[in-house]
């Protein structure tokens, strides 16, 4: 089944994620409606689609409830909210702001949502379980977070608060809601501060990456066009509302060796090493970082045969290409 003729809205679709969804959304032959206020996303990401009769874009705030409503006045028969402040130095810089914005957002696009009784598909984060060290981690593994004080967790609240919101909505008004959990999402698009972007942008411009920290941390990175399969097949199923996955990969690698990965694939491994830099230099005081983080992925695939198909070095290689021919068109 795909989303042939159905009317979609996406937030935050002119976004890294959005944009590739919104992608596939358009071949799948959806009418798409992209609401984004260009903070982050860019117009470019949608080149391809700004003259097709399939794509409507809209460039608003989701925190401007009148206009959230205006534009959910026409029918959508799903609604991929995926507007969010994103990147651990944008809410370490600006807390209050990602509170703002991914709650209150995601309230104002609930509440219009429940009045057209639409489904929405939310984008949560991987960030929830905070430092739960118990890993893999499940998706009812608890949540560690560090004090209300350290602006690092004010994002993982925000999102959870939501999380709660939708579920309250759905178990009170049965408003249709699937809730995913993407695990260190790259690939062609992604900007700095994210780390893999910022390692091969640095790379791809002769300069060796910067590791914050030890670089003994280690996550597990998942390629976007895996997550984007994963985020459609939850919006196809209708057996599965108001539940939540983890969407991620079980590869687990350092940040070491990642960047020396990257070097190696980049073609750089006779000319950069690493450069280390304290957490504290870089993001101040009002920081904790992650020892490691790997998903138990066992749920979506059990539900909907999704598994992340797509090699770390398979991606890595798609992003090095896509930011060397951003380097050779300037």
């Given at each position: 089944m795909?989303?042939?003729g159905?009317q979609v ?23 798409v409606t ?5 903070s982050?996303?860019a117009?470019e990401n ?6 097709s009769?399939?794509?409507r ?6 925190t ?8 959910m006045e026409?029918?959508f ?18 807390p209050?702001r990602?509170i703002?914005?991914?709650f ?5 696009i609930?509440?219009a ?14 960030e ?8 893999p ?7 560690v977070?560090?004090a209300?004080?350290i602006?690092r ?13 939708l579920?309250a ?23 700095p501060?994210l ?16 590791i914050y920290g030890?670089?003994?941390q280690?996550?597990a ?9 994963g985020?459609i097949e ?17 590869h687990?690698?350092?940040?070491r060796d ?16 690493p450069?280390f ?6 993001y ?7 020892n490691?983080?790997v998903?138990d ?11 992340a ?8 290689l ?13």
């Open positions: 795909t989303f042939r159905k809205l996406v937030t935050g679709g002119a976004g890294f994620i959005g944009s590739h969804l919104v992608d596939k959304l358009i071949g799948q032959g959806s009418d992209v609401f984004d206020d260009l982050v996303g117009l949608l080149h391809s689609h700004l003259s009769s399939r794509m874009f809209v460039k608003g705030d989701i401007d409830k009148e206009h959230v409503m205006e534009v026409q029918h028969d799903v609604v991929f909210h995926l507007a969010a402040v994103v990147g651990v130095e944008r809410y370490c810089e600006d209050l990602t703002d914005v991914n209150f957002g995601t309230r104002n609930a509440e949502a429940l009045k057209s009784d639409t489904k929405i598909i939310f984008m949560s984060t991987s929830v379980y905070g430092k739960n060290s118990e890993l981690l499940h998706e009812d593994s608890d949540r977070l560090g209300p004080n602006a967790w004010s994002y993982s609240s925000s999102k959870a608060l939501c999380e709660h919101l579920f909505l759905n178990q009170k008004y049965d408003l249709p809601v699937v809730i995913l959990r993407p695990f260190n999402v790259y690939g062609p698009r992604q900007l501060p780390v893999i972007p910022s390692f091969v942008k640095r790379l791809v411009h002769g300069e060796p990456p910067i030890s670089g003994s280690t996550r990175f998942t390629y976007v066009e895996d997550v984007v399969d985020i939850a919006a196809i199923d209708p057996s599965i509302e108001s539940r939540v996955f983890n969407v991620g990969s079980n687990e690698i350092t940040m990642l960047a020396d990965l990257i070097i190696d694939l980049a073609g750089q491994s006779n000319n950069l090493r450069i830099v304290p957490y504290t230099q870089h101040g005081k009002s920081y904790e970082d992650i490691r983080r998903s992925v066992s749920k979506i695939r059990n539900h909907l045969g999704w598994e198909k797509t090699s770390l070095k398979e991606g890595l798609k992003t090095i290409e896509y930011w060397r021919r951003k380097a050779n068109s300037r």
